[in-house]
């Protein structure tokens, strides 16, 4: 694989990943984000709606851009047609969550976990330029169901992330971003069933055109693989077989790892020890309503190199640094590899060892 086709990473979002607690002495700065006070948040409880929501309104409504609040309407509007979509919104209503618009420089979406909040990329473009791009509008929504269904994760599985080590971390983190593909295709299909197909045409045209291809070919030869969950499970392994959608996602991966790593502060280890369960693998891929499409496949996932396998050698270098770097004893903020040296340079000082 070419070295630029390694970097054209293939992921839609970015999550704040600071330690709480983290020492006051160093600032990490994000500089592809735009200033917090150029982006107007606004809590999903008070998106307002328009006042007719039939379906020739909502076709409508982009035309008619003329502020961030009317993009937020059409997103209330047109997703109030998915099952899927309406049931994430309504979680992340009421857990008090704020979404913004802003310029993200072609970043897809960035999730605020300590403020509760969703930045949605504009590309760039105004709102009334935003409402006369087909293509632009699209990706806006589909990468804000990507957002809504990344915090329905955050939601239900709070607190236990940090329990997993490392390599674990790795996997969790594929089939999560894999998971909000493929229910973007899920919102997608539904909303192409309620009539609006331009939205499923743009899946299709995406980067992720692949897995919707192989999820209208399996229900195509059996229209009940949308119910019982098989159209989406193939949809959900044809995820990993980009390459550099995988590799994307490791690389993210292992760059939040860093940021972590470097927030530690001594006192609670930076990452657990737990492996990666079937019950963890099933838990990220239930439906909101209940549903597992991956039923019976967790343990495949776990086990098969083509799920499980770190082939990229940068990410591989990457992620053995970084278990490297864990192994080391820390004595008045100096790190060490082995524990017999520190005691002869600082005797009688606490040592905290990270891993």
């Known amino acids: ?69 009317d993009i937020g309407a059409w997103l209330a509007s047109i997703l109030a047609d998915s099952p899927t979509a309406s049931r994430l919104w ?15 420089k072609n970043s897809g979406f960035y999730i605020d976990l300590s403020a509760q909040t969703i ?16 293509y632009f509008r699209n990706e806006l929504l589909t990468c804000f169901v990507r957002a809504l269904r990344d915090i329905w ?3 239900k599985q709070h607190g236990f992330i940090d329990e997993f080590a490392p390599e674990s971390l790795l996997m969790i983190e594929r089939v999560r971003s894999a998971d909000c593909d493929t229910v973007a295709l899920l919102v997608g299909w539904e909303l192409r069933g309620a009539g609006y197909t331009d939205v499923w045409r743009h899946l299709i045209g995406a980067a992720e055109g692949d897995m919707a291809l192989i999820f209208t070919r ?26 550099t959608r995988v590799d994307g996602c490791d690389h993210d991966t292992l760059e939040a ?6 927030s530690y ?41 083509f799920f499980a396998g770190l082939h990229d ?32 340079i600082f005797p009688g000082a606490d040592q905290t060892r990270i891993r």
């Open 265 to 305: 502060n001594g006192k609670v280890r930076p990452f657990g020890e737990r492996r990666v369960q079937i019950e963890d693998v099933e838990a990220l891929a239930t439906l909101p309503d209940g549903r597992c499409y991956l039923k019976g496949l967790a343990d495949t996932i776990l086990r098969d190199p």
């Open 119 to 134: 930045l949605l990329d504009t590309y760039g473009l105004g709102a009334q330029a935003l409402g006369r791009s087909p």
């Open 153 to 155: 994760h955050e939601q």
């Open 1 to 69: 694989m070419k070295a630029d086709d390694r970097l054209n990473r293939k992921n839609h979002s970015r999550r704040s990943h600071r330690a709480e607690g983290a020492s006051q002495d160093i600032e990490i700065y994000d500089l592809t984000l735009p200033d917090e006070g150029r982006a107007d948040l606004i809590l999903l409880s008070e998106v307002n709606l328009p006042a007719r929501l039939d379906y020739d309104a909502i076709l409508a409504q982009p035309f008619s851009f003329e502020a961030d609040d």
């Open 313 to 344: 050698p940068v990410n591989q270098t990457h992620l053995f640094h970084l278990m490297y770097d864990m192994e080391v004893v820390m004595v008045n903020n100096v790190p060490f590899r082995d524990a017999r040296l520190a005691r002869l």
């Open 257 to 262: 790892m860093d940021d972590i790593l470097l």
């Open 90 to 104: 309504i979680e992340a209503e009421r857990a008090g969550w704020l979404v913004g618009f802003a310029d993200l």
């Open 218 to 243: 399996f229900l195509e030869r059996d229209p009940s693989a949308l119910f019982d969950g098989s159209a989406l499970a193939y949809a959900f392994r044809q995820w990993y077989a980009d390459e």
